[in-house]
Each structure stands twice: as structure tokens, then as C-alpha cells.
């Protein structure tokens, strides 16, 4: 009997150790979050180069019509890069009060290629041609 109670408190206590070790956070019962992408910002020139540029021009500062200004940009310059990554992402309609272009901003800037590694290369792009 006093085997079964040392059993019964040891793994009361592994449990105890388990739940406060990795329990109750915001992933509890889901995946673990995925690290934090480190963006490479010439690698995001050339991907820019490749699906950016068409829209937001050869030194990123639009096309009238199509793209804004990046090396001005409000949006960029107070966006977290997890915001812009969302945002590139999912683009943006015309038909969105906050599209001061008049045209779809495409999910990808079109170009369903892009990783997310592409992405945060890109953002990282985006933070060296800001004034």
C-alpha cells in the first residue's frame, strides 16, 4: 500500500512539472509558434524586382495609379512586420475604404510564388528605402 502511494504522489508531482513547464500558454493544446522570420533585404530587392516592381517602380516610389510610395510611406513606417506580412498576403481591394489607389493590391502582389520567407525578405527590402 505504500508503494501505491509513492506511485500516486510521484506522478502527481511529474504532472504538476509537465503542466507548469509547458501548459496554459496561448498555443495550449495547438502547435507551437513558429519562430519569427529574420528578413534578408537584398534577397527582398530581388523578389521586389520580380513581383514589386510593376506597381511600386524601379526605386520604390510608385507608379501613379497602380502602387504607392514606399520611401515615404506612413503605412510601412508604422506597420510591425508581422502587420505587413498579414497584409501582402491577403492584399487589399479597391473596393476597400482604406485602397487610396482606386486598383487591387493582389494577395502576393500577384505572385503566388512567394514564401513566406519571400515575404519577410521583401519587408526587410521595404525598411532600407524608407526616408
Known sequence: MKELRIGAMILACAGLLLAACGGGGANAGGAASAPALVGDATAGKVAYEVT???????????????????????????????????????????????????????????????????VADVIAYMRTVQK
Not at 491577403?90 to 505572385?111: C, E, I, K, S, Y
Open 52 to 118: 514589386c516592381i510593376a506597381c511600386h517602380g524601379p526605386d520604390a516610389v510608385g507608379i501613379t495609379g497602380l502602387g504607392k510610395d514606399w520611401t515615404v510611406s506612413e503605412f510601412i513606417r508604422n506597420s510591425s512586420d508581422a502587420d505587413l506580412m498579414a497584409f501582402i498576403k491577403q492584399g487589399r481591394l479597391a473596393a476597400d475604404p482604406d485602397n487610396t489607389t482606386g486598383v487591387d493590391m493582389p494577395a502576393m502582389g500577384g505572385n503566388n510564388e512567394l514564401t513566406d520567407q519571400d
